[in-house]
């Protein structure tokens, strides 16, 4: 299967704590995005980082890209109740139009 | 304006009936795809449209029928459902050559008994 891996599966935190979570793949990309997915709705992209580039910020999001270790990991700084949903990384395979999802991570942030 | 709009939201059917879902966006994007999510939320590519020529068709029973009459419209048919069609079927687009970000739609849970 093509599809990345993220951990954890789910994730479960205090609001104003930071979360992380995890992303490995195994093709050859183009570049690396994530979406945040809240329950009932569709996917929004959040930030994209292209392969030759390592980290990115986008206000409290932080994206890191090791292509070596086909892997990335997605940061959110002093969490909110209101970022509660579910994330997921896709990968552009090089060559291709083909957007590949990973498994997604459900982020819970309790009041 | 919504961007990118499915209908219908929701849609139960029988087993074995054929049903359509319609996909339209405003934003002027030339390609088009429908993924799968299934009830563990994995997100599956099945097909993408780019100016109305199928550019990927991944391994999707032929009872998936893709039409795109117009670069704005991409419409799923499905036919003879099955009980494991039932997921939620999202429509998406992008501006090809570009590789950036996705559009979505809302998404249509379809639920086959």
């Known amino acids: 299967s093509q599809q990345g891996e993220e951990d954890p599966q789910a994730l479960s935190i205090q609001e104003g704590e930071n979360a992380t979570m995890n992303c490995s793949y195994k093709?050859?990309?183009?570049?690396l995005q994530w979406y945040r997915q809240n329950s009932g709705r569709g996917l929004v992209h959040l930030i994209l980082?292209?392969?030759?580039?390592r980290e990115k910020h986008s206000g409290r999001l932080r994206v890191t890209l090791d292509t070596s270790k086909k892997s990335s990991s997605l940061l959110i700084t002093a969490s909110r109740a209101a970022d509660t949903a579910s994330y997921f990384c896709a990968t552009v395979l090089s060559g291709t139009y083909k957007y590949i999802f990973g498994t997604g991570t459900r982020l819970k942030v309790l009041a | 304006d919504t961007a990118v709009s499915q209908t219908p939201k929701y849609l139960v059917t029988q087993m074995g009936n054929d049903k359509s879902i319609k996909c339209e966006q405003n934003?002027?994007?030339?390609?088009m795809y429908w993924y799968k999510q299934d009830s563990k939320k994995f997100l599956k590519i099945m097909f993408s449209y780019n100016n109305k020529e199928l550019i990927i068709n991944e391994t999707v029973p032929n009872r998936f029928s893709p039409k795109s009459p117009d670069k704005a419209h991409l419409n799923l048919h499905i036919n003879s459902l099955e009980l494991g069609d039932s997921a939620v079927y999202f429509c998406?687009?992008?501006?090809?050559?570009?590789?950036?970000?996705?559009?979505f739609g809302s998404g249509t849970q379809l639920s086959v008994l």
């Open positions: 998406a687009s992008s501006q090809t050559g570009r590789l950036e970000k996705l559009f």
């Open positions: 980082i292209r392969s030759n580039e």
């Open positions: 934003l002027g994007h030339d390609t």
């Open positions: 093709a050859s990309i183009n570049n």
